[in-house]
Nanobody
């Protein structure tokens, strides 16, 4: 299974970016897929996830109301629309996935995820 991210970059405060994650080689459906981020010197943080089966979504409190995660089931794609970006959103963003339901109590735990992308940098200044 491969996850490939795209869409990172540099933006000014208040701007927007859209990240994409494409999955290939999956034999399990449905599954849980979304984004973590990690800033220098900080722990990896769960940002937003979606369950491909029913479409349930989960967000970190720090991004609620600003970020929107969506899925394209036909193309095995996940998008993260990031609006109102702030300097504290600066981080490497990683796509992650596992072939199970996104548990409400466990979706933020990085150890739950079997597959990871290489990461895409988001810089807000």
């Amino acid at each position: 299974v491969q996850l490939v991210e795209s869409g990172g970059g540099s933006v000014q405060t208040g701007g927007s970016l859209r990240l994409s994650c494409a999955a290939s080689g999956y034999t399990y459906t449905p599954y849980c897929m979304g984004w973590f981020r990690q800033a220098p010197g900080k722990e990896r943080e769960g940002v937003a996830f979606v369950y491909f089966g029913g479409g349930c979504t989960y967000y970190a409190d720090s991004v609620k109301g600003r970020f929107i995660i969506t899925r394209d089931k036909a193309k095995d794609l996940v998008y993260l629309q990031m609006n109102g970006l702030q300097p504290e959103d600066t981080a490497m963003y990683y796509c992650a996935a596992h072939p199970r339901y996104c548990g409400s109590a466990t979706w933020t735990r990085s150890v739950e995820y079997d597959y990871w992308g290489q990461g895409t940098q988001v810089t807000v200044s």
